[in-house]
């Protein structure tokens, strides 16, 4: 596999990007020998710098739910260019786009929109606060919201007093969520909540029932909202709020990455309850009212609506799983498979410090799978069975060569040095 061009542009860009990269892409992060830029994605596949074809199952990180480039979105965004994108108001597709998904998620009855998904977590954060005038919020430990000073899961630039309202408690125990609105008292503004549990290196868990329900009852109980942030698992559960599923409403629901399968535009949505409180506060982004993006949110949704896309992805999902979960076995290996088939965690047993999950990553990229060893994968709707044959192939290669090289193996030292700092 040629990385010359990678190697080129990472020493380019170490001279005039700090740390090289930052964020999920930082060079911490991934494997060794993983590429850092890509020219072109098209449909389940990206193609780095160097002309290496993988199939993704990334998916930008989410926001490729369709397939790269699909057409009619495509289609959708070059009609709107030639007419109006970010200007000095919005366009009208903003009121048709507020309508339709009001129309889809059945807890909202209004929806502002924005850039990133933490663009719509901040915005939930703050009207759970101007709601009522109270300051507590309570997130799950270890839980993604984004990398805002409130949430960034790492402490540089942030101060204790960014988190001094925060109070933590574990997912999925309704006693730690009761305990922690105890806390709070009568200064509880909001509870946010994942649609399920998907923090990086660890296994995901679903929502028991019981934990969501006592979620709604405790913000009913202290008048406060309650906030799931769909920004990640949003359109790859069902077409409408993931907590829909189990039957539990919340006020606010926070949704990005999908909204325009790869266009920006994120979006938060609430009900009534919530509405006054939308109103009062001030946020906006000059690119917030970008007509272009709410064009192929359209389409998206749209898509959503009217194809059998969730299907689709679900059983493509399914066979990778299955597929992955007896090539394992037959080579000896003990897989977890965690959380939804449509947003799979793939981590391997005995492997503490991720040596095997990253070595079989670093193996079915040499094969032209790109996938990854700490982070939930995504499917996309473009997959086909061709797509998940040729994907086997390459994984069955990758346990072979693991198994080959199990006892000389060594954990990435990236990793080792971030888990010291
Ligand atoms: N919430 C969740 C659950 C996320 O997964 C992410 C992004 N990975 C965010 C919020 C933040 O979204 P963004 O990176 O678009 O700001």
Redesign the pocket.
């Known amino acids: 596999m040629k990385n010359s061009q990678d190697s080129a542009l990472r020493e380019r860009a170490a001279r005039v990007i700090p740390g090289g990269m930052y964020?999920?892409q930082s060079t911490a992060l991934m494997p060794d020998g993983f590429p850092q830029f890509f020219t072109k994605a098209e449909g389940t596949r990206i193609t780095d710098a160097d002309g290496n074809e993988y199939i993704d199952y990334m998916c930008a990180?989410?926001p490729n739910l369709f397939g790269y480039n699909h057409p009619d979105i495509a289609r959708a965004i070059s009609a709107q260019q030639l007419k109006v994108d970010a200007a000095t108001g919005p366009s009208p597709l903003i009121v048709d786009l507020a309508e339709a998904m009001v129309g889809m998620v059945t807890h909202a009855d209004w929806a502002m929109f924005c850039?990133?998904?933490?663009?719509?977590?901040m915005m939930a954060l703050m009207i759970a606060r101007a709601y009522r005038g109270k300051r507590k919020v309570l997130v799950a430990k270890k839980?993604?919201?984004?990398?805002m000073p409130w949430n960034t899961p790492r402490p540089a630039g942030v101060l204790p007093e960014d988190r001094a309202h925060l109070i933590y408690f574990d997912y999925n125990d309704p006693q730690a969520l009761e305990d922690a609105a105890k806390e709070a008292g009568d200064d509880l503004a909001g509870i946010f909540a994942?649609p399920f549990r998907?923090d990086t290196f660890a296994d995901q868990s679903m929502p028991d029932r019981e934990y969501a329900q006592a979620a709604r009852r405790i913000a009913d109980k202290y008048d406060a909202l309650l906030i799931v942030?769909?920004?990640?698992?949003g359109f790859r559960i069902c077409r409408d709020c993931s907590w829909e599923a189990i039957g539990v409403r919340p006020d606010l629901s926070?949704w990005?990455?999908t909204l325009g399968n790869g266009q920006p535009i994120?979006a938060l949505l609430g009900n009534d309850r919530a509405r006054a409180a939308a109103s009062k506060i001030f946020v906006t982004g000059s690119f917030w009212f970008a007509a272009v993006p709410m064009a192929a949110a359209l389409e998206t949704m749209r898509l959503i609506r009217e194809t059998e896309y969730l299907e689709h992805m679900t059983m493509i999902g399914e066979s990778f799983r299955q597929g992955l979960a007896s090539q394992a076995a037959d080579s000896g290996f003990g897989l977890r498979q965690t959380g939804p088939v449509t947003l799979p965690m793939v981590l391997f047993e005995d492997d503490p410090d991720f040596r095997i999950g990253y070595a079989f990553c670093q193996a079915a990229l040499q094969r032209g799978v790109y996938l990854s060893p700490y982070h939930n994968m995504f499917m996309n709707a473009a997959m086909t069975c061709s797509d998940i044959a040729q994907t086997l192939e390459a994984t069955g290669a990758a346990f072979e060569d693991i198994k080959r090289s199990r006892a000389s193996l060594k954990p990435s030292a990236a990793l080792t040095a971030l888990a010291d700092a």
Not at 143 to 147: D, R
């Open positions: 964020g999920h990180y989410g850039k990133n998904g933490g663009d719509a977590t839980a993604y919201h984004g990398a994942a998907h942030d769909d920004v990640r698992a926070a990005g990455k994120s």
